[in-house]
């Protein structure tokens, strides 16, 4: 015998199933806001999940943070292992706060214990406005998909305006030296980003450099977000 469906309340439970998921995702987003509004300036430190404490790329990245750190800045990262754990880990022994954003995954996410805020989300795209609404810097480690993933939203982000131009800071000159020299030739080259674009970019793999860097870019408007900074990211 077959069974009659009744698409009315098929159509009633999806939509009160995605209504709870929008509440679940608003949730996020109050919350994250509130923690994090007192946190500024901050700077988002991406880089591989897989890499070990012994890796080379750890251990600066653990130098960076703290001197970020010692310098008044917050530093965010993913809150996992690796790279994000070398993040959380260098800021967590300076000065200024270290900032887990971590993100349910199935494998290879797991929370680092070096983080003074930690907060969890279940949904990417919450956590990945966090990064971009906080920052006033992005340093970028090497690292893979997720990594190239975040690297490329700040371009498109900044490209379009959408966010105000900040410092976005490679490290690993021979790691993206392959990218870079690929991004001029076949994209500028074809004329599909503008002239320029690519330097919006800037490698830099000494540890106090990095911290000059962002000061100086600062030296004229301040940390504080404007209000036409603040009112251009409700519309990302």
Wanted: hydrophobic share 45%; net charge neutral.
């Amino acid at each position: 015998m077959a069974v009659k469906v009744n698409r009315g309340d098929m159509a009633a439970e999806n939509s009160a199933r995605e209504a709870w998921r929008l509440f679940g995702i608003m949730s996020e987003f109050v919350e994250a806001t509130e923690r994090l509004e007192h946190l500024r300036p901050a700077v988002s430190l991406f880089g591989s999940a897989r890499l070990k404490p012994e890796d080379p790329y750890y251990k600066q990245a653990e130098v960076i943070a703290r001197k970020l750190s010692d310098a008044g800045f917050s530093v965010i990262s993913g809150g996992g292992p690796g790279v994000m754990e070398a993040a959380n880990r260098g800021a967590f022994h300076g000065k200024s706060a270290a900032v887990g954003l971590n993100i349910e995954l199935p494998r290879e996410q797991r929370s680092n214990a070096f983080q003074n805020v930690a907060l969890y989300f279940k949904h990417f795209f919450a956590r990945k406005y966090m990064f971009v609404k906080f920052a006033c810097a992005y340093v970028v480690m090497p690292g893979g998909f997720g990594t190239l993933d975040e690297l490329t939203e700040a371009l498109t982000l900044i490209q379009t305006r959408k966010t105000p131009r900040m410092p976005i800071i490679l490290v690993g000159g021979t790691f993206w030296k392959g990218l870079l020299d690929w991004l001029r030739t076949e994209l500028e080259g074809a004329q599909l980003i503008n002239p320029g674009d690519v330097d919006l970019m800037q490698v830099i793999d000494d540890p106090d450099a990095i911290v000059e860097t962002i000061f100086k870019f600062y030296e004229a408007k301040g940390f504080a977000p404007t209000s036409s900074d603040r009112e251009g990211l409700q519309y990302l």
